[in-house]
């Protein structure tokens, strides 16, 4: 619940208070237990295989369409993202 509570949530008290008065727009998504383990055991597969520089097993955690934006460029699909 904590990282998609994070995510949802204002970033810092400055934001929430940057507009007095005016209703927060965040509400927290509850997760049910199942969806926390599934985040975590993605995180920790992401983080094993980026700290074994395994490039191969990173790219097989995104589907095959996934779309990297930065400011370098914009990347499409796991041979693309490789090349990021």
Request: glycine share 4%; proline share 8%.
């Amino acid at each position: 619940m904590l990282v998609l509570n994070c995510l949802l949530s204002p970033l810092s008290a400055q934001e929430a208070s940057a507009t007095p008065g005016a209703p927060n727009p965040f509400h927290p998504i509850l997760a049910n237990p199942f969806l926390v383990q599934q985040v975590k055991a993605q995180s920790a597969s992401f983080d094993d295989a980026f700290n074994k520089h395994d490039i191969d097993a990173v790219l097989a955690l995104f589907t095959t369409n996934a779309t990297q934006v930065s400011p370098v460029g914009t990347f499409v699909g796991r041979e693309g993202l490789r090349k990021f």
